[in-house]
């Protein structure tokens, strides 16, 4: 694999049954980029990323990816029984945080994440009694607890307001500063300084249709 | 196998089902609304009947409500410990996939469910028999402990099956409610199966050990370790069956 790249993907194809969703898809992302996929509901961008995430496997095709990948999956997949902060304590054992030498990084990641997507008020609520918009900021948030050197988040920003939206790019940016990468997915992708590379994802084939 | 981690999810997991204060309640008040519908319903008059386990000629004389307490409180430990299976495999599969993408092997999670069902199952037996003493005496107390234990953990093992096999609630809690009624609510009471043509059929089902071992306890003094280490070998079959569909279903690429 080339060093300067965090994330390649070579020729995937994914299909179900006779339905070819994905074919043959073929992209790079170096360090410090932000790359954005768009396209309509149902053409295979969540696939893509359930794909790059290990959730799925392609049919064909093979990636390699180096470094950390955090995922945010489209869907709630967050514990709606448990707090905020139990949610936070339960992936941060998965990723290994909880152990001693992890714990001053964690720390500092959780103080982070509480700062930029302002859950102050919520750590100790049920994720059922959150809004919307707050548990998406919840599964957000639990792919970024172990400082991954790629995001790879699909629909990161559904639920959110204006405001938010606002800190979540700027903490994007910040982290892009520090050389961490993303893949985001969107049908909504109406922010094209925002991203470094956009492509669109159209019958299975992605095609680039803006870049830096 | 890190035991920090098994640690993390027993804990999480057993703060949810705390949290679900509707099912405790009716943890505790199924066994006793099904002991009080049986002394209003039942007279305490002797039956004869034979228990299929011991032998088809003999024939022992039980009162007709003891017999049905000891049916009805195992017919409720199947019924909550298969419930309580399948909603600790089914209701967080999408979740635990994430856990397991983000680092926890499914073993560990696994391990942690285990040991909450098994805790509840103990809860159950112990509680369930204890609500018997009211009504009568068992004959063995402990070994009616161990019967209806048995049946938690066989049914527990069959409601960890279906959520491992169904994506969906209902498909899953038809599975139980539907094997649960014919199988532990109906067939297993020795007083339907002595007239029964087929009783291959109902050795087959899994409510055959533990019903079996609950009433030979309670009304006799024959020996009930055969029917332990069937019912343990019919619960492990159901597990490991349902142990290796889950773990297919966890497959994560890394």
Redesign the interface.
């Known amino acids: 694999m080339n060093n300067e790249y965090i994330l390649e993907v070579r020729h995937i194809s994914k299909s179900f049954g006779k339905h070819l969703v994905l074919k043959d898809i073929t992209f790079q992302i170096r360090r410090g980029e932000i790359i954005g996929i768009s396209g309509e509901n149902g053409v295979g961008k969540s696939t893509l990323l359930k794909i790059l995430?290990?959730?799925?496997?392609p049919t064909k095709g093979e990636f390699t990816a180096q470094g950390r990948i955090g995922?945010c999956?489209q869907?709630l997949?967050?514990?709606e029984?448990?707090t905020v902060k139990?949610n936070f304590?339960?992936?941060a054992?998965?990723?290994?945080l909880?152990?001693k030498k992890a714990a001053p990084s964690w720390e500092r990641t959780k103080g982070e994440l509480i700062e930029q997507f302002r859950f102050h008020c919520s750590e100790d609520t049920?994720a059922s009694y959150l809004s919307g918009g707050t548990k998406q900021k919840l599964n957000l948030s639990?792919a970024l607890l172990?400082s991954p050197d790629l995001f790879i988040l699909d629909e990161p920003y559904s639920g959110f307001d204006w405001e938010t939206y606002l800190h979540f790019w700027r903490y994007a940016e910040e982290l892009k500063s520090r050389g961490k990468s993303f893949l985001v997915v969107s049908h909504f992708i109406h922010d094209h300084s925002k991203f470094d590379t956009i492509f669109q994802l159209k019958e299975g084939v992605l095609q680039c249709v803006s870049t830096i | 196998m890190r035991l920090?981690?098994i640690k993390?999810?027993l804990l999480?997991t057993a703060?949810?089902l705390l949290?679900?204060r509707i099912a405790l309640i009716l943890f505790l008040l199924i066994p006793s609304l099904f002991n009080t519908l049986i002394v209003l319903t039942t007279k305490d008059r002797p039956i004869t009947l034979h228990l299929a386990s011991i032998s088809e000629e003999t024939f022992f004389k039980v009162s007709e409500r003891s017999e049905t307490l000891v049916f009805i409180a195992l017919a409720a430990a199947g019924f909550i410990a298969a419930f309580l299976g399948l909603n600790l495999i089914q209701k967080?599969i999408?979740?635990d996939?994430?856990?397991v993408?983000?680092?926890?092997c499914p073993s560990e999670l696994i391990i942690a469910k285990l040991t909450l069902l098994l805790f509840v199952i103990l809860l159950i037996g112990g509680y369930g028999t204890s609500s018997l003493l009211f009504f009568f005496q068992p004959r063995h107390f402990f070994q009616v402990i161990l019967g209806f234990i048995l049946g938690g953990y066989i049914y527990g093992c069959y409601g960890l099956l279906v959520g491992a096999i169904f994506k969906r609630e209902l498909e899953g809690i038809l599975c139980i409610v539907l094997l649960g009624n014919i199988d532990v609510g109906w067939l297993q009471n020795p007083l339907y199966y002595s007239e029964s043509q087929s009783k291959a059929i109902i050795r087959a089902l899994p409510a055959f050990f533990p019903s079996q071992m609950t009433m030979v306890a309670a009304f006799t003094d024959h020996s009930v370790s055969q029917l332990f280490m069937g019912g343990i070998v019919y619960g492990g079959i159901l597990l490991v069956t349902g142990l290796l569909i889950y773990w297919w279903r966890m497959k994560?690429?890394?």
């Open positions: 995430s290990g959730f799925l496997p995922f999956p869907e997949l967050i514990f029984t448990l139990e304590i339960y992936f054992t998965a990723y290994g909880e152990q049920l639990l172990h | 920090n981690y993390t999810g999480m703060k949810e949290r679900n967080h999408g979740v996939r994430r856990l993408l983000c680092g926890y994560i690429k890394k």
